[in-house]
């Protein structure tokens, strides 16, 4: 059974630096064709993928975010990670994480709300 | 990037009806084409990937279609538990976009 959870500060001031980790079981990112994905959703709006992490530690990010992002993946331990630098209030959102098997986003974590306020 | 138009944005509906949701993509997508569900306070729950394949789980009233730019979500015999919103996911290139979502009322 794949569940997944994200983690996080919950609230930040502006300008600093947002670390999510999402732990999850029931598959490998050591497996090959595994991947996760980072996405997120500002309160009573749309979805918005960010970034994902592959098998192979290939990533690849959303470029809206422009260099703002760093996926990286821990795979001992089974855990994702997300930075995103220079936070601002635009940065707000439920943040979540994915399975992503070769198609789509199957399963997901239940997300982590951060806020952004000074 | 390619952009995911979503229509309608919101739909009423009756118990027992039918109804379609669609999503344009700005260019062919090769069926890499997926739908969600999600409900207040909840994460997205999978329906349909590659276009018409139904995920493990979801009722077979559930069916997708399309091909090219141009896809659809139809629901079946609406049952009160479908009042949700809608949101289709192109994975074909990144960045992978999302439709703006339909939001499904039930009268």
């Known amino acids: 059974q794949v569940t997944l959870k994200e983690s996080g500060p919950g609230i930040l001031q502006p300008s600093h630096t947002l670390s999510l980790t999402c732990s999850f079981s029931g598959f490998s990112l050591s497996t090959y064709g595994m991947g996760v994905s980072w996405i997120r959703q500002p309160s009573g709006k749309g979805l918005e993928w960010l970034a994902s992490i592959w098998w192979n530690g290939n990533t690849y990010n959303n470029p809206s975010l422009k260099s703002r992002l760093t996926v990286s993946k821990d795979t001992s331990n089974n855990q994702a990670f997300l930075k995103v630098t220079s936070v601002d209030t635009a940065d707000t959102a439920t943040y979540y994480c994915a399975h992503t098997p070769s198609n789509g986003f199957d399963y997901w974590g239940q997300g982590v709300m951060v806020t952004v306020s000074s | 990037d390619i952009q995911m138009t979503q229509s309608p944005a919101s739909l009423s509906a009756s118990l027992g009806e039918t109804v379609s949701i669609e999503c344009l993509a700005s260019?062919?997508?090769?069926?890499?084409l997926a739908w969600y569900q999600q409900k207040p306070g909840k994460s997205p729950q999978l329906l349909i990937y590659?276009?018409?394949s139904l995920q493990d789980g979801v009722p077979s009233r559930f069916s997708g279609s399309g091909s090219g730019t141009q896809y659809s979500l139809k629901i079946n015999s609406l049952e009160s538990e479908d009042a949700a919103t809608y949101f289709c996911?192109?994975?074909?290139?990144?960045?992978?976009?999302f439709g703006a979502g339909t939001k499904l009322e039930l009268k």
């Open positions: 260019e062919d997508i090769y069926n890499n």
């Open positions: 590659y276009a018409s």
């Open positions: 996911l192109q994975d074909s290139e990144y960045p992978y976009t």
